[in-house]
């Protein structure tokens, strides 16, 4: 199976979207990143976590964001699987006290690269 390196860069430059999205709180660059029916779903502190896409979205608009908090941040890629027009990326965000893994699954819709599902656990380390 062949890897299309520039559908691997698309996915990419969507995921520095989203980080950015996430760090700095920009509700409208966190959002291009996602179909508009993405869901979800995790548990966070061990307790079950499932949103919808407005739900998230709002959450992140109404909390203050790492970047005007000043403390620390740090989004990491850890792989991306992609066939034909479907993809997973697997992806660390260490925000706030909290040390997130998430899959993300995204799919190519009208020649952009978009997260169509979220899924969210965080790891004490």
Do not use: C
Request: glycine content about 8%.
């Amino acid at each position: 199976m062949e890897t299309n390196q520039e559908d691997i860069a698309a996915i990419t430059n969507t995921l520095n979207n989203y980080f950015n999205g996430i760090y700095e709180g920009d509700v409208v660059l966190l959002g291009s990143t996602f179909n508009a029916g993405t869901l979800l779903f995790g548990d966070v502190n061990g307790q079950p976590y499932a949103r919808l896409l407005d739900q998230y979205l709002d959450g992140v608009k109404n909390r203050q964001s790492p970047k005007v908090s000043g403390k620390p941040f740090k989004g990491e890629i850890t792989s991306i699987d992609v066939i034909h027009s479907i993809a997973m990326a697997k992806v660390r965000v260490k925000m706030y006290d909290f040390n997130y893994h998430e899959f993300l699954s995204f799919h190519k819709l009208d020649g952009y690269w978009l997260i169509v599902n979220k899924m969210i656990t965080h790891v004490n380390e």
